[in-house]
Every structure is written in C-alpha cells, then in structure tokens.
C-alpha cells in the first residue's frame, strides 16, 4: 500500500519536480540486517501458525514486492502466489478517494487459508477493503502480514495486522521497495525521508 494509498493526508504526494533532483536528507531506520533476522522470525511465526500445509499468499502491490520475495524464500510449506493492486490517489490527485481495485486478484480463495501480504499498515482504509473484498470468497482463514505498522496513537481505529515486522513512527518511510514518486525502492535499508533535508517528514 505504501506510504499513500490508504491515509487520508497526501503527505509529500507531488511535491518538488517530480523526484528526479531529490536532495532530501536520508536516515536509516532498520538496517538490512535486522529486516533479515526480522524476516526469519517472521517465517517461524507463519510456519507455527500454518504448520505444512498449503497457504495462499496475496501480495499488495507495489510496495510489498521486495518483502513478499524475501519472506516467501524463508517459507518452507508450498505456497501459491497472487497479487493485487489498490490505489488511492488516481492521477496526480492529493486527495484520497478511497481505495480502488485496480488489479484483483485471480486465484480462488474459497476454502484456502489466505495470508494478505502488504508492506504499510496505517489509517488501514486499503486493509479493511482488501479484507472485505476476500472474505466474500469465503476462503478458510484470512489474515494479514504486514512489514511496517505506522503508529498512529490510539484516536485511529483500524484492523490490526495478524503478523507485524517492525512498529515504526509516523514519518515517511523508504527504501526495501517502499518508494518517493517511485524512487528509492531499491535501497536495501529503511529510511526515513526528508525532501526539504530538514529532518523527519510526518503524513
């Protein structure tokens, strides 16, 4: 879901020139090596929680992409893969519309165990509909794993993700495939991003 698609501020959402000249200031907030060791760990959670059976794992595009790959090398039971894609912010809009499906999923999830793999919980608005949209295909569990939980104090109601990697601030959150205006997903740490290079950037 990144960092825009399901909260209701804009936050940095066609800010600059289009990202190309960045200068923002970048700090790195999870090193690669804990977002290793936490992906282990993760996969031990997964494997007491499933066992050895089949689990159907859907990816949220585009953001989680980089995190669905390392998790699922790290998962021994036989998985079958799918993805999906929701956006929020259409065009070069500022303003949530709610989320809107724009790649649904293929596989059939009726009688499955389901596990929603996404890379940022925040308001929740894009899990609640994702969450909405599976269960009516009556899969045998639903739940989700997420590898970032933004914390938003306690006035946010949301779902609450099954599996969690890291609690982080609200700050804006790159690197490890989570992008700004599509850049930085390549970056093997997380990072928080300060367009104006003046220190952390809240949403």
């Not at 639903?142 to 601030?169: I, M, N």
């Amino acid at each position: 879901m990144g960092n825009f698609s399901d909260t209701g501020n804009p936050g940095l959402r066609g800010a600059g020139s289009g990202g190309s000249d960045h200068n923002g200031a970048i700090r790195v907030i999870i090193p690669r090596d804990r977002i290793a060791a936490r992906i282990g760990e993760l996969a031990g959670e997964l494997t007491a929680c499933y066992g050895s059976g089949e689990l159907t794992i859907v990816g949220v595009m585009t953001g989680a992409f980089v995190f669905l790959a390392d998790l699922m090398r790290s998962l021994e039971m036989p998985i079958r893969l799918d993805i999906v894609s929701v956006c929020s912010y259409p065009g070069e809009s500022t303003e949530s519309r709610g989320p809107q499906l724009i790649l649904p999923p293929t596989a059939d999830l009726t009688g499955r165990d389901v596990l929603v793999v996404d890379d940022i919980l925040d308001s929740g608005r894009t899990m609640t509909f994702l969450l909405n949209l599976f269960s009516a295909a009556r899969p045998e569990s639903l739940r989700t794993c997420v590898l970032l939980r933004k914390d938003l104090g306690e006035s946010v109601e949301r779902p609450d993700a099954d599996f969690v990697g890291f609690d982080v601030p609200d700050a804006f959150v790159v690197g490890y495939g989570l992008d700004y205006d599509d850049l930085y997903r390549g970056l093997p740490d997380l990072c928080v991003l300060d367009p104006s290079g003046a220190g952390e950037v809240s949403q």
